[in-house]
């Protein structure tokens, strides 16, 4: 079983930048896929970035957001810059076993959530 914690959520203005950071357990960290997903009140869940085999972003982030991972400190971040109101959402870490270049197919582990608000 892969436990996943998010942390770095909070209030930031528009404009401004927040890095969210996932804290995974198990030992096969470097095998995973790994990424982030975002659900706004009242929306489905949205896909957000993705880090296996390659690099894979949400239209709505890219060019504003980048995901990264420290395999020896079985962690992924999401640096998310020019921040908008539209990003407020809960952020979910997500995982999956084995190295695809999404996780907008499927995803196997689910954080609890980070609360991320962009007042304008």
């Known amino acids: 079983q892969v436990q996943l914690v998010e942390s770095g959520g909070g209030l930031v203005q528009a404009g401004g930048s927040l890095r969210l950071s996932c804290a995974t357990s198990?030992?096969?960290?470097?095998?995973?896929?790994m990424g982030w997903f975002r659900q706004a009140p009242g929306k489905e869940r949205e896909f957000v970035a993705a880090?296996?085999?390659?690099?894979d972003y949400g239209d709505s982030v890219k060019g504003r957001f980048t995901i990264s991972r420290d395999n020896a400190k079985n962690t992924v971040y999401l640096q998310m810059n020019s921040l908008a109101p539209e990003d407020t959402a809960v952020y979910y870490c997500?995982?999956?076993?084995?190295?695809?270049?999404?996780?907008?197919?499927?995803?196997?582990?689910w954080g609890q959530g980070t609360q991320v608000t962009v007042s304008s």
């Open positions: 997500a995982a999956r076993s084995g190295l695809y270049n999404t996780l907008r197919l499927y995803v196997r582990y």
């Open positions: 198990g030992r096969t960290f470097g095998t995973y896929t």
């Open positions: 880090s296996g085999s390659g690099t």
